[in-house]
Each structure stands twice: as structure tokens, then as C-alpha cells.
């Protein structure tokens, strides 16, 4: 079946480090991509997309590029903020209208 | 604030009770999903709606059950309650293309459970 999979946490890094989590899929077709973000005490908040191979998703300042050849949707910023401490699931919507999310990767930022 | 309301927010009962968490969609949007979240962090899916219509079914327990009302509103039953249903429980509202999932999900804040 459809599954999403994630590098393992937790990830400590310092300020203004570049950052990246990997994400990698198994689906059949072609899935939409997803990022979600969930700050500490909140929901899960959408934080970016890509509906097609090659489609570059970003939002304050995180990048992901849906790589077809690789299957994966790897979560990119070139310099993180101590507010960027939170954990990041990678989701897929699959051919069968599924919305699958990955375990999530916690991210810690040290000042 | 994502426009999706759960309540309550925090909720501790005892072992063999029922809880009942409500949920509101944002305005508009017509299907409600519901996701159990463990301390370890990992998202669990246990169940959708669609316009009142079960539409999707994941990892709910017989113990749970879930209903839409006709103003859309959704309620997640759970009952006979052990301490392993501790955990945090989120609503999530979607954008629909007509029947469609958009894979675009406006979550809640969540209603945490501590079952003693």
C-alpha cells in the first residue's frame, strides 16, 4: 500500500544552520505532496505542496521538490530560526483519495 | 487560527468511561476527519466524513464511534475508555474539489484525553 516515510528525530541543530529532512514515498500514480507543520501545543498546519513531478512547494523560507526518480519530497530551509523548533510530517494524497502522513520529525532549535 | 474548533481542550475521566469530543469545521467545508496523536508523536487516522456520510475508515477501535451532523458539526465517541486511549485527539476540516480529497487539511487544536 501507499506509505510515507521520514527520517528519524529528534533533530537538533544550531541557528541559522541549513536544514533538511528527508521525506521518501511509496505510491502508485502520481501523488500530491505534502509538508505539514505542528508548533508546540497546536494543530497541524499545511506548510507547503507539489501536485507534480518537478513542482518546487515553499513558504517562509522552506523548499521541498517533488522528485519523481527518487520518490521523495525532501524539506529544505537554508537557515533556520529558533521559532522553526516544531514537528514536520511529510503526507502524500494518494490515487485512492487517501491523505497518508508520515511519523514526523521533530525539530529543535538551539539559540 | 485555522477556523476549526474542538472542545474541550483537555479532558480527564477514569478508566470505563465514555467521553463524547465535538468538533466544527470551517465554514464551507464539508468533510471532518478525525486523527488520534500517541506521546510519541505519531498521527494516527481513525476515521472521515463526507457531507454527513462515513467516508473513510482507519485504525478506530470498535470502543469509538464518530457521527456528522446536518450542520456539519462531527462528535467522536469514545467509550469503555482505557489508559492507552490517553492521547491527543484532532479534528481537521478539508478543502474538497467536489467529492475529491485535496490532501489540504485545517487542523484543530486538539482535545487531549488522560485517562486515570
Known amino acids: 500500500g501507499d506509505s510515507v516515510t521520514q527520517m528519524e528525530g529528534p533533530v537538533t541543530l544550531s541557528e541559522e544552520a541549513f536544514l533538511t529532512i528527508n521525506c521518501t514515498y511509496t505510491?502508485?500514480?502520481?501523488?500530491?505532496l505534502f509538508w505539514y507543520v505542528q508548533y508546540p501545543g497546536e494543530g497541524l498546519q499545511l506548510l507547503l505542496k507539489a501536485t507534480k513531478a518537478d513542482d518546487k512547494g515553499s513558504n517562509k523560507g522552506f523548499e521541498a521538490t517533488y522528485r519523481k526518480e527518487t520518490t521523495s519530497f525532501h524539506l529544505e530551509k537554508g537557515s533556520v530560526q529558533v521559532s522553526d523548533s516544531a514537528v514536520y510530517f511529510c503526507?502524500?494524497?494518494?490515487?485512492?483519495?487517501?491523505?497518508?502522513f508520515g511519523s514526523g520529525t521533530r525539530l529543535s532549535i538551539r539559540p | 487560527d485555522s477556523g476549526v474548533t474542538q472542545t474541550p481542550k483537555h479532558l480527564i475521566t477514569a478508566t470505563g468511561q465514555r467521553v463524547t469530543l465535538r468538533c466544527s469545521p470551517r465554514?464551507?467545508?464539508?468533510?471532518v476527519y478525525w486523527y488520534q496523536q500517541s506521546l510519541d508523536q505519531g498521527l494516527q487516522f481513525l476515521i472521515q466524513?463526507?457531507?454527513?456520510?462515513?467516508?473513510a475508515k482507519g485504525n478506530i477501535l470498535e470502543r469509538f464511534s464518530a457521527q456528522q451532523f446536518p450542520d456539519l458539526h462531527s462528535e467522536l465517541n469514545l467509550s469503555s475508555l482505557e489508559l492507552g486511549d490517553s492521547a491527543l485527539y484532532f479534528c481537521?476540516?478539508?478543502?474538497?474539489?467536489?467529492?475529491?480529497?485535496?490532501?489540504?487539511?485545517?487542523f484543530g487544536e486538539g482535545s487531549r484525553l488522560t485517562v486515570l
Open positions: 466524513y463526507y457531507n454527513g456520510e462515513e467516508r
Open positions: 481537521a476540516s478539508s478543502v474538497t474539489s467536489g467529492r475529491a480529497n485535496t490532501g489540504e487539511l485545517f
Open positions: 503526507a502524500l494524497l494518494s490515487s485512492a483519495s487517501k491523505i497518508i
Open positions: 505510491a502508485t500514480g502520481y501523488p500530491s
Open positions: 465554514s464551507g467545508d464539508l468533510s
